[in-house]
């Protein structure tokens, strides 16, 4: 399951960084012929499946990083 949209790795990043208020500094490394630079996935076939309301990327992440620090920190 997907958010319809396409979003590069360093997009990812970016907000994961904001999202944990991460100061320090984020080691980019030169790509290598296999690192996948972005994701570009439909929802055509699960939606002719299931009915269920599609959460966007920024809140999916929040929620994710949210039980991550609520669940992993202890």
């Known amino acids: 399951v ?3 949209g396409q979003i ?3 997009d990812v990043i970016n907000k994961i960084v904001k999202l944990m208020d ?3 500094k984020v ?3 030169a790509p290598r ?3 996948v630079e972005t994701h570009n996935s439909s929802n055509a076939k699960i939606k002719l499946m299931i009915d269920y309301q599609l959460t966007d990327f920024e809140s999916g992440l929040a929620n994710t ?3 991550y620090r609520d669940n992993l920190t202890k």
């Open 2 to 4: 997907s958010t319809d």
């Open 8 to 10: 590069s790795m360093q």
């Open 27 to 29: 080691i980019n490394k």
């Open 33 to 35: 012929g296999a690192d």
């Open 22 to 24: 991460y100061r320090g």
């Open 65 to 67: 990083v949210k039980w």
